[in-house]
């Protein structure tokens, strides 16, 4: 099982003046429909282009109709497409952005996949004592399973509503985390129980909704990282002359093979079987296992939390740090547009996702916590 294949929008502002109705033809059948016969079967003068119908500006559209982006005059059918111009409508999760507080997110669908399968949750909120706390949380929804754009939506949501609740009441924060994606993961089994049995009986091979999930707490001094799956959290510090490091270890057969000493990290992510993920959210995963790992940098710098649609273009850290931009900490969903158009630049071959969650930390000293 893998997740992903083995990681601006909006129309033009300026909506074109309605073009008047073809004069002396046959009206059509309805708007947006070509017409059947050329000009010149009409006594056009021998023009061989078939006529497109104009939508009739005399038609009001209906009320709160959605209309298209690509023709600014259509109407969009049930299935998302003009019915003037026959345009695909972009759909919400196609590309998305967030921003809360100092945290940002970036979510896009990438070039080559159909659909968005990844999803985020960012958040704010304050820890017992009044001190701020940001919390960020990426999911990547496994292709070969079933809904796993349901999956990562799920996940995410499950997992930042139990870290909004848990800190403010004063559950320290690694133990919120190893709560909120066992909270996530019961919201991604509740996907799988909601298949009726006829549906199971049709298709008994398809695997249960599943999804990776990785996700950051940064407050005051500390920061905590938690993931089961592929995604990765980065830190990249302010002071760029100051190592960058990866907080996480894939669940994955090239993060195996580099863990038994059987494959060098560049031959194990280069072998066609690297993707193949060994942890993740779903009713059909393995015992359960969240990983949880809290650190206290030593100077200020950002949280880069990510699917492998953008590691895919940046895998280690110092690629990491050479793609984000150097204000990053100050211009987060800035610098989120940035990773993900990194990662579109480089081919855009799964969805991309990043949310970003800068660290104003309080000099006393590096190190695990």
């Known amino acids: 099982m893998s ?5 601006p929008t909006g129309a033009d502002a300026a909506a074109p003046v309605q073009g008047a109705p073809v004069q002396d033809r046959p009206a059509a059948s309805g708007a947006g429909v070509r017409l059947d016969r050329r000009a010149s079967d009409e006594g056009g003068g021998g023009r061989d282009d078939y006529t497109l119908q104009a939508p009739d500006p005399r038609v009001a559209p209906e009320p709160h109709a959605a209309v298209c982006v690509a023709c600014r005059a259509g109407r969009v059918d049930d299935d998302g497409y003009c019915e003037n111009c026959g345009h695909a409508q972009p759909r919400e999760r196609d590309h998305m952005e967030q921003e809360r507080g100092p945290v940002a997110a970036v979510s896009d669908r990438g070039l080559r996949h159909h659909r968005n ?3 985020f949750a960012v958040g ?10 940001s919390v960020a949380v990426v999911c990547d929804g496994v292709s070969s399973a079933t809904r796993p754009d349901e999956a990562s939506l799920a ?20 133990q919120a985390m190893h709560e909120a994606i066992l909270a996530a993961s019961e919201a991604v089994n509740a996907l799988a129980d909601e298949q009726d049995g006829e549906a199971r009986e049709h298709a008994p091979q398809q695997n249960a909704p599943a999804c990776t999930i990785v996700a950051a707490v940064v407050t005051a001094g500390l920061l905590v990282v938690g993931w089961v799956g592929d995604s990765r959290t980065y830190w990249i510090p302010v002071d760029r002359s100051a190592p960058a490091a990866r907080l996480t270890e894939d669940d994955s057969w090239a993060a195996q093979m580099v863990a038994a000493g059987l494959m060098g990290e560049a031959e194990a992510y280069a072998d066609h079987r690297a ?3 060994t942890g993740w959210l779903g009713a059909d995963a393995y015992e359960l296992e969240p990983h949880t790992a809290a650190f206290k940098p030593d100077r ?6 990510c699917t492998d649609g953008l590691w895919n273009y940046a895998e280690s850290a110092d690629e990491m740090a050479e793609a984000v931009p150097a ?3 100050e211009r987060p969903l800035h610098a989120a547009r940035v990773l993900v158009g990194h990662a579109l630049d480089g081919g855009g071959h799964d969805n991309v996702t990043v949310a970003l969650v800068p660290f104003p930390a309080v000099p006393q000293g590096a190190g695990s916590a």
């Open 155 to 174: 996940a995410s949501r499950a997992a930042n509503a139990s870290l909004l609740d848990a800190l403010p009441r004063g559950t320290h924060p690694q």
């Open 124 to 133: 704010t909120t304050t820890l017992p004592d009044g001190s701020p706390v």
């Open 117 to 119: 399968e990844d999803a």
């Open 300 to 305: 200020p710098g950002v949280v880069v939390v």
């Open 3 to 7: 997740a992903g294949d083995t990681a």
């Open 275 to 277: 993707h193949a993920i």
């Open 327 to 329: 204000d990053a900490a």
